[in-house]
């Protein structure tokens, strides 16, 4: 027995130390696994942290565990997240890790947060499976055999947006299960689906708001033919329970072929009112209610972007009344007979009869009716609203939530009948009456600011008998957040036509108010004042065609004292005053004055097209003059200040393309990276996507800077171009080679040079995302001039010095040391110039690269009594071999070398020969010069290649959404063709290619980080 007790033990300890160590074991195979199968089905980018595996938490089977993963869309849908979710946990059967295909039986999602999106084009988000590649499943090695038997989804959050339809649903709190041999081409699915909020709107109407959802259904699924069969199945929204019977079937991405019916069993009155969510969520199972309700229709054909089934409905309430037993009062005498109606889902067959709804709250009665119908051909309308209800009684039968208050008077006596577009008169329509709202009051826990003397009076009139000559004024309007009032009126005409539009404003507002009324991002204050006196005036027509320059808008608007902070902001911005003067072409603003991040902008300037910018894209143009006193520019980018850690990559500014203005800016002090810039001043011009920097000029490092050039993201938003010319005079070396890594590289040897440096240069390329120049894609040219200094402790001379034994060479002070070099591929090239020491003449020339590798040519005449004997006892050696060469040289007192200087800028190698032995050395610096040119070129033909190969793909992609644009109606925001966009910004991106392979004068620049 204890034998058979110490193999068990045994046994269950193998056991044991396995399902700990397998896990460690497959892992990798299970990562590679999923990847690839992900990335081979799918075209979206699926990312997931970790791949956790549990031989416990499904025993007997395999738990592989994907952790955070996320699916992003590309293309028309890059940037928006499709699925997010906590873990998505699989069951895998144990013995599939040894067989070449792994078989899936369970698949649970925890807190998934799902975006299904239609988008305008009525393209679909969730389109990202590849097509099939016809190879049989099987062939595919490492591959997965889903034999899924069941499903489920934890506290998932479901939004569902179709831009075609003007439909959007969602969905918080889901739960969902799904059972059912997956494996079969013929199934059927039990599933179970309880939701804690649920809305859905359409059209902007709201036809649910937050309304608890179970359904339970059991679906007959054929794959074949993408069909769903609804069998039992039974769906509860709060209180009232539907049943529906029919099918479904997916079609494509976004149509749907559908025959539904559904109808509400119960006919009890609550039911219905448990979808007022008012009502439902407060003591609705003590409301007391009489009166009977029907639900019912059906649904059948196809639902498309294009097409719409035909459908049936109809809702019916007789006698309706409700009352809370602690209330004084009912409502009472409710009814409701509604019937929406499309025989054949043809959009002009569509009815809408609401023949009666009546109701009495406070023995005030309200009544409505309207038929609608043939809105495309003929559309007529026969509508009526006329009631009275005082608000302040509301009180008496509704249960208010905890701290509100409401009061007013809310009437309507209108009617409008006949041809919508008649434009013939003779009494085809008639329409007239009003809508009025006098001394509103309301106030709530949620609305501590209340809204006080509320009132307005809508007018509807009609003169001739059109519907075209209806006119509607809203006159006396007013209302006061808090004690703050803002007066307005508007006056509508020609609504069929061209829908003309009227108004004006004017008003004060506290800017903290807006809290409240929910127009502010999560965490973001606000505070401050707001004074305007508006007029505006424009139609319809405009609106549609994107001409908001000829909207009629006048007036004066002023704040003071805003602050405004968020969590993406690095503390508060504050605006101490700025005041805005609007005429129908500009706005002209004045009077600011702003800080931000310890920084003070002081400006004035004008601004054109401000309604297309701020509604469509549109360009906002304009000029403005900015001061600032000082600024951190470090603590404004996020990055640390000075010497220690580079910054982590990130993404590249991109310059605004609806952006067109002109910056005259000036800053009396610029902290950056490690350099503080005084005295700055020039202007800026944002334009297509581009920053131009024109006279920029600032006292920095000792000396004087100016720069001009371009910043571009128009070409490649990832490594925006670069184009720059500096003027640099009296700058000192030491300074500006600590503070500039791109001089580290263009000038090594300012490392080792004291002194003032006067230089002018051209500079061109990309930057990477993190701001600093991709090295190899830098070329430019330059000269510059030493008036004065000292070079003591470079390698290269001293290594020279040690070989000649000459010690004027370890410290050499110089004077007016001119240099020309231009620069490309990595490599600087030098041109030949003339250095002095004392009687020792130097003509040095050569290469050295970015990477601090050197190639010198240096031609010395060296009196020899500067020479050591060691240095001279090389030089006589250097006469023997040339002698035995055949190649006899005198020696006299001055010895002319060769100096040939390899390696590195530390670490330099020193070959030296006479000169009359070692060739002729001029041609040996034309030779690197013109293989250096060559590189260049060749370099350049290679960047205009690979340009041309990107405008094609762009264009591509441009002509084929601009076709798409011209067929579907799609509108562009700058009001061009897409076409004609497409080549507008083709010939820009090869004007750009062509410059970088013809233009030899074109500059690019340097700043603090590079």
Do not use: C
């Not at 295909?101 to 369970?106: E, I, L």
């Not at 679909?124 to 499903?151: C, E, V």
Request: a neutral charge.
């Amino acid at each position: 027995m204890k034998k058979l007790l110490r193999i068990a033990g045994i046994s269950l300890g193998i056991l044991l130390l396995l399902g700990f160590t397998l896990p460690f074991l497959f892992k990798d195979k299970l990562v590679r696994i999923a990847r690839a199968e992900i990335n081979k089905s799918l075209t979206a980018q699926v990312d997931f942290k970790n791949v956790d595996i549990s031989f416990f938490r499904r025993f007997p089977r395999v738990s592989v565990r994907l952790e955070d993963l996320a699916v992003t869309g590309r293309d028309a849908f890059a940037g928006d997240t499709l699925m997010a979710a906590a873990n998505v946990d699989a069951s895998v059967n144990l013995f599939s890790f040894f067989s070449k295909t792994m078989q899936v039986d369970r698949v649970d999602i925890q807190s998934p947060r799902i975006h299904a999106w239609v988008n305008a084009a009525g393209g679909a988000n969730w389109n990202i499976t590849k097509p099939a590649s016809g190879a049989a499943s099987g062939d595919t090695a490492g591959g997965f055999h889903m034999n899924l038997q069941r499903y489920a989804i934890h506290n998932a959050h479901v939004l569902y947006e179709d831009e075609t339809a003007g439909i959007r649903a969602e969905l918080s709190g889901l739960d969902h299960e799904g059972s059912g041999d997956l494996t079969q081409d013929r199934f059927t699915l039990s599933t179970a689906t309880r939701s804690a909020g649920a809305s859905f709107s359409y059209a902007r109407i709201p036809y649910l708001s937050d309304a608890r959802i179970d359904l339970a259904s059991d679906l007959v699924v054929d794959l074949k033919t993408n069909t769903y069969t609804l069998t039992g199945t039974k769906l509860s929204l709060n209180a009232l329970t539907l049943t529906a019977d029919g099918s479904l079937q997916l079609i494509n991405d976004s149509s749907y072929g559908m025959d539904i019916r559904f109808k509400a069993p119960s006919a009890e009155f609550k039911e219905f009112l448990s979808l007022v969510p008012a009502l439902y969520k407060t003591d609705f199972e003590k409301l007391r209610t009489a009166g009977t309700a029907s639900f019912g229709g059906w649904v059948k054909g196809v639902y498309s972007a294009v097409q719409m089934p035909a459908y049936d409905l109809t809702a019916t309430v007789a006698n309706g009344s409700f009352q809370y037993p602690d209330l004084p009062q009912p409502v009472k005498n409710i009814a409701i007979d509604l019937h929406a109606t499309n025989p054949d889902g043809r959009p002009d067959h569509a009815v809408i009869d609401l023949a009666k709804a009546h109701i009495e709250m406070g023995g005030s009665p309200f009544d409505l009716h309207l038929l609608y119908k043939n809105p495309e051909t003929a559309p007529y309308i026969d509508g009526a609203a006329k009631g009275r209800l005082d608000l302040s009684q509301v009180a008496s039968f509704i249960k208010l939530e905890k701290g509100t208050k409401l009061a007013g008077i809310v009437e309507a006596d209108a009617f409008a009948k006949g041809l919508v577009k008649s434009m013939q008169g003779g009494g085809a329509f008639n329409a007239g009456g009003f809508f009025g709202i006098e001394n509103l009051f309301y106030q709530s826990a949620a609305f501590p600011q209340a809204i006080r003397n509320g009132r307005m009076k809508i007018a509807v009139a009609n003169t001739g008998g059109t519907a075209d000559q209806t006119t509607i004024n809203v006159t006396g309007g007013h209302v006061q957040l808090g004690t703050n009032p803002v007066d307005f009126s508007v006056t509508l005409q020609r609504p069929v036509t061209d829908l003309l539009f009227e108004g004006a404003a004017k008003g004060r507002l506290n800017l903290a108010d807006l809290a409240q009324l929910g127009v502010l991002e999560p965490g973001s204050k606000l505070d401050g004042w707001l004074e305007a006196d508006m007029r505006f005036g424009g139609s319809k027509a405009m609106v549609d065609r994107k001409a908001y320059d000829q909207v009629r808008l006048s007036g004066t608007a002023s704040v003071a004292n805003v602050t405004y902070d968020a969590a993406n902001l690095q503390g508060p911005a504050r605006i101490a005053a700025a005041h805005a003067s609007f005429s129908p072409a500009s706005a002209s603003i004045t009077g600011l004055d702003a800080t931000y991040n310890k920084t003070r902008f002081t400006g004035s300037g004008t601004a054109s097209n401000l309604l297309g910018y701020a509604l469509q894209d549109g360009i906002l143009s304009g000029r403005f003059d900015l001061a600032i006193d000082h600024m951190n520019l470090n603590e404004w980018m996020g990055t640390a200040d000075a010497s220690a850690t580079t910054a982590a990559p990130g993404e590249a500014f991109l310059v605004p393309a609806n952006l067109d203005l002109i910056l005259q800016a000036r800053a009396g002090n610029l902290h950056y990276d490690k350099v503080d810039y005084r005295n700055m001043s020039g202007t800026v011009i944002l334009r297509n996507e581009t920053a131009t920097l024109q006279g920029l000029r600032t006292e920095a490092l000792d000396g004087v800077i100016t720069v001009n050039g371009t910043y571009s993201t128009r070409v490649h938003d990832a490594k925006p171009a670069i184009s720059l010319v500096y003027a640099v005079t009296g700058v000192d070396i030491q300074k500006a080679f600590f503070a500039y890594n791109t001089m580290q590289k263009l000038m090594p040897i300012g490392k080792f040079l004291s002194g003032k440096l006067t230089s002018n240069m051209n500079l061109k390329g990309a930057l990477q995302a993190d701001g600093m120049p991709d090295l190899s894609s830098l070329t430019g040219a330059g000269n510059l001039l030493l008036l004065e200094g000292v070079l003591k402790g470079f390698a290269p001379l001293d290594k020279m010095a040690t070989v000649l034994q000459i010690s004027e060479l370890k410290n050499i002070a110089v004077k007016e040391l001119r240099s020309v070099f231009e620069f490309a591929n990595g490599k600087v090239l030098v041109k030949p110039f003339n250095l002095n020491i004392k009687d020792i003449q130097m003509q040095i020339g050569g290469l050295h690269g970015f990477d601090q590798g050197i190639d010198y040519l240096v031609q010395m005449k060296v009196p020899r009594h500067y020479m050591g004997m060691a240095g001279n006892k090389l030089v006589t050696g250097l006469a023997t071999t040339a002698a035995v060469n055949g190649i006899p040289l005198a020696l006299g007192e001055t010895i002319n070398l060769n100096v040939r200087l390899g390696g590195t800028i530390t670490n330099p190698t020193v070959r030296t020969d006479l000169t009359g032995a070692a060739g002729d050395a001029a041609k040996d610096l034309q030779a690197q010069a013109v293989a250096f040119a060559k590189q260049k070129v060749d370099s350049a033909r290679q960047t205009f290649r690979d340009t041309v190969a990107s405008v094609r793909k762009a264009l591509t992609d441009e002509i084929r959404d601009g076709i798409r644009k011209q067929v579907l109606g799609g509108k562009d925001s700058s009001g061009a063709r897409p076409l004609d966009s497409a080549k507008t910004k083709t010939v820009d991106r090869l004007k750009n290619a062509f410059g970088g392979l013809l233009n030899r004068k074109k500059a690019a620049s340097d700043t603090s980080r590079h």
